[in-house]
């Protein structure tokens, strides 16, 4: 059975993120086209500023219509160019480092009801991600190895 110990051998890298100058618009792209939930917005000196998640990129999207008409797509469009990353992501981030046991993991996202950690290293920059589905393909690997 394979067994991990610490947060990096589980970790995905390298991670997409965004910096907290560049628009809503550009999210969009990265959350319609690929797979993520969350995106960690990160400053040039590669340390976490916020994390924005899938959700609440939808909440912008509904936050004038449920309605998916022509007038709605214009109007969506046009504040996904107005907004800023900063503007709409969680500030108050939680992380974890790359050198911690998976069990701290395991515990703040029980703890916190977190689905995504942003993993750091010694100087605080943003290494990796961690989030339940990894936990989840690693817990399903090592059952059935």
Do not use: C, W
């Not at 961690?130 to 059952?143: P, Q, V």
């Amino acid at each position: 059975m394979i067994k991990y110990a610490e947060v990096r051998d589980l970790m995905t890298r390298p991670v997409v993120t965004l910096h907290p100058s560049e628009t809503m618009e550009q999210a969009a792209t990265i959350f319609d086209n690929q797979n993520f939930h969350h995106i960690p917005i990160v400053g040039d000196d590669r340390k976490v500023a916020g994390m924005l998640s899938r959700h609440d990129y939808h909440k912008i999207l509904n936050a004038f219509t449920i309605f998916q008409t022509e007038n709605s797509r214009t109007s969506n469009r046009t504040t996904l160019r107005a907004l800023l990353t900063r503007d709409v992501m969680t500030k108050q981030v939680a992380t974890i480092h790359e050198d911690d046991p998976l069990e701290k993991a395991v515990d703040m996202f029980q703890e916190n009801l977190f689905h995504a950690l942003p993993v750091i290293n010694n100087k605080k920059e943003l290494v990796g991600i961690l989030t339940t589905f990894d936990l989840l393909n690693h817990a399903f690997k090592t059952s059935f190895v």
